[in-house]
């Protein structure tokens, strides 16, 4: 069930009537089945496939807490990561190594006897099996106690509002928050909705309309001019920004209305002035796992240059994996990896101080323009479906902004229609969400009642009006 289409519009408030109308003792239960139905709304039978991690890392969890040696626990643990690492290695990437088999034993003059298979994979696959990674994980780390109640550790995965598209829990924030009663607050519920609206907005008013151009442009790139391809790589920074933060909003909003808090997944990325600085703030759920359950068990920054380099370049390879079984990927990641390496490599004193001088501050707009640009340079390739289309995407952008430069006169006669429409939505875009979401917390809006029905009406009439009458599927829906 996507969250921008009229089935959800009637499922979610039935749930908010019948959860505040249920005793607490049955809310988890009523939570269960309404995530369960929210899944199953997509492919029926993918729920077997959840139900099957489930059980297993229920008993593996409790399994670990009872093992009287480290030893023990260990394969617990072992077991439980091979369950789910095993579903993303048949679902996800099983074609993917299949195929590269194949091209590398047909090199050789080889058959690969090894059979394709004709499987589908499970919409949100890789979040809700980190997020049950992360149970087994802490309960091994004894940061957390093992869950109990089948039904609650259950709900914990299945959660409809994170569920397929995360943010990507920790137990010890949501399990406890699931126990807990929850009262009907009007403020509460308020800024739930407020922070729903915003989320609607950001994907079908303007995430689904960039779609539209950037679509056209990347989907044969060998038909497009130089020019949509430079202005739909930066619109598909947007059009991603809108859609995966829009997506979290709606997640994060539903969620408050509910009395349950999840964790805030984005924090104004674009304004980042470093690739590290970025990464704090893009789908920050998913930077921090990589960071506690492989970086740092990795050995971090603690182990000498040199390996501190190689893990680094381990962690944004192995991000790029998690997001698609695509060479493209691969690059994706591994050009983060280079740009935090060089960022690294640097001398100290091209680091960004803080300072109360007029010089800092150009510095520091000089180094969001530098981070911007290597972040729409990465997204190339989590655009395009193969790795040749992104270098011959890059080499196009590279020769025209080289004729600005040489030809500025030519080139803005021959490119003043996109240079004024695609100018237009920039400065909507930077107004309404760098500058906005930066300064505004959107649930914190108002509190007067006046202020509230005026933001309601307001996003409703904009989301009917500008919105994209069809339901585009969320990006990272298919991660």
Not at 172 to 193: A, K, M, T, Y
Not at 211 to 218: I, K, P, R
Not at 439 to 446: A, E, F, M, R, T
């Amino acid at each position: 069930m996507l969250f921008n289409s009229l089935a959800f519009l009637i499922f979610f408030p039935i749930v908010i009537l019948l959860y505040f109308l249920f005793p607490h003792k049955y809310r988890w239960l009523l939570l269960l089945i309404a995530s369960v139905f929210f899944y199953m709304f997509f492919i029926p039978y993918f729920i077997l496939i959840l139900v099957g991690t489930i059980l297993v890392d229920y008993f593996a969890g409790i399994l670990i807490e009872k093992s009287k040696t480290k030893s023990e626990k260990r394969w617990w643990l072992i077991a439980s990561l091979i369950a789910n690492i095993g579903c993303l290695a048949v679902f996800k990437y099983y074609n993917f190594a299949n195929d590269n088999i194949s091209a590398l034993m047909q090199f050789f003059g080889m058959k690969n006897p090894i059979p394709f298979l004709s499987i589908i994979l499970p919409i949100g696959l890789s979040f809700h099996t980190f997020q049950a990674m992360s149970y087994t994980i802490e309960v091994y780390r004894s940061n957390f106690k093992a869950e109990k109640h089948f039904g609650y550790y259950a709900l914990y995965v299945l959660y409809f509002p994170q569920l397929v598209a995360g943010p990507i829990e920790r137990p010890q924030n949501v399990l406890p928050q699931l126990h807990q009663p929850v009262l009907w607050n009007n403020e509460r519920i308020i800024s739930g909705f407020r922070l729903v609206l915003w989320g609607l907005f950001k994907k079908v008013v303007i995430a689904d309309r960039l779609s539209l151009f950037v679509g056209n442009a990347y989907t044969l790139p060998h038909e497009s001019n130089p020019s949509q391809l430079l202005f739909a790589t930066y619109m598909f920074a947007f059009q991603i920004y809108c859609d995966f933060s829009g997506y979290s909003d709606i997640a994060i909003g539903s969620s408050r209305i509910l009395g349950i808090n999840l964790m805030k997944n984005f924090n104004n990325p674009y304004i980042a002035t470093s690739i590290q600085d970025f990464w704090r703030r893009w789908h920050i759920s998913l930077s921090t796992w990589f960071r506690d359950y492989l970086y740092i068990p990795l050995g971090g920054s603690k182990k000498g240059k040199n390996k501190y380099l190689l893990n680094l370049l381990i962690i944004f390879v192995v991000s790029g994996v998690w997001h698609g079984a695509n060479w493209t990927y691969v690059v994706w990641g591994s050009l983060h990896a280079i740009f935090q390496i060089f960022t690294v490599l640097l001398p100290k004193r091209y680091s960004l101080i803080k300072d109360e001088s007029k010089l800092y501050y150009f510095k520091k707009a000089f180094y969001m323009f530098l981070t911007f640009q290597a972040v729409c340079l990465a997204w190339v390739f989590f655009r395009v479906d193969t790795v040749s289309n992104g270098m011959f995407i890059i080499n196009e952008i590279l020769f025209f902004v080289k004729d600005i430069f040489i030809h500025p006169i030519t080139f803005a006669g021959k490119c003043y229609y996109n240079i004024a429409s695609i100018g237009a939505i920039s400065w909507l875009l930077i107004i309404s969400l760098l500058i906005f979401e930066s300064k505004i917390d959107i649930s914190k809006l108002s509190k007067s009642s006046f202020g509230n029905y005026a933001f309601f009406i307001f996003m409703i009439l904009i989301i009917s009006i500008l919105g994209k009458s069809t339901q585009e599927m969320f990006i990272y829906f298919q991660f």
